[in-house]
């Protein structure tokens, strides 16, 4: 079946590093790919998107290139800010099915 | 509303207490979909509906689950006889078309602790 795998958290980071958070999934077809965000005490919240192979979604600095060859979504940031702090989610939709299939989630831990 | 609103968000239930958790999705969403979330855990999904009709119940894990959406807005989703294994984060979303196309707005979801 579909499913998704995220990189086990937490990951702890100095503010301005580098950030990259790995998204693999397995998928019968061509899914769209998402990455949701969840600051504490909030709901889930769209970061970005890429509907299609080589599209990249962006948003707030962050960054996902959707890798068909490697089946990766990995997301990325150049430098993060303690605000940054929060549970990232990698999440696909197949065009068939309503359905979020979703990763188990990484905590990013931001120190100033 | 401005947002998925979901009540209550806490609840503290003692085994076997039936729970009833309200989902207000934002207004005009024919979209609406039920996810648990267990502790460190990405969200699965329960169930679908588009307005009033409930397509997919197929994620519901039993009987002591249950559904509604009568006037294809707001939402409750009902536990009878919580067992422990039911604890978990509970997440609305709604979305404007059907199918969730168009993007998900999720609430900030209920978090049931069965004693």
């Known amino acids: 079946g579909n499913s998704v795998t995220q990189m086990e958290g937490p990951v702890t980071l100095s503010e301005e590093a580098f950030l990259t958070i790995n998204c693999t999934y397995t998928a019968t077809g061509y899914p769209s790919l998402f990455w949701y965000v969840q600051y504490p005490g909030e709901g889930l919240q769209l970061l970005l998107k890429?509907?299609?192979a080589d599209d990249k979604g962006s948003n707030k600095g962050f960054e996902a290139t959707y890798r068909k060859e490697t089946t990766s979504f990995h997301l990325e940031k150049g430098s993060v800010q303690v605000s940054d702090s929060a549970v990232y989610f990698c999440a696909l939709r197949m065009d068939s099915n309503y359905q979020l299939i979703w990763g188990a989630g990484t905590k990013l831990i931001i120190k100033p | 509303g401005a947002g998925v609103s979901q009540s209550p968000r806490y609840k503290v239930a003692k085994r076997g207490q039936d729970v009833a958790l309200r989902c207000d999705p934002i207004s005009g969403h024919v979209s609406l979909f039920w996810y648990q979330q267990a502790l460190g855990q990405g969200p699965e999904f329960l169930t679908y509906?588009?307005?009033?009709?409930?397509?997919?119940k197929s994620g519901l894990p039993s009987d002591r689950f249950f559904a509604e959406r009568p006037e294809g807005s707001v939402s409750t989703l009902k536990i009878q006889r919580t067992q422990q294994e039911d604890s978990a984060v509970y997440l609305c979303?709604?979305?404007?078309?059907?199918?969730?196309?168009?993007?998900?707005?999720f609430g900030s979801g209920t978090r049931l602790t069965v004693v």
């Open positions: 890429a509907t299609k």
């Open positions: 509906f588009q307005n009033e009709a409930q397509l997919d």
């Open positions: 979303a709604s979305s404007l078309g059907g199918g969730g196309a168009h993007g998900y707005t």
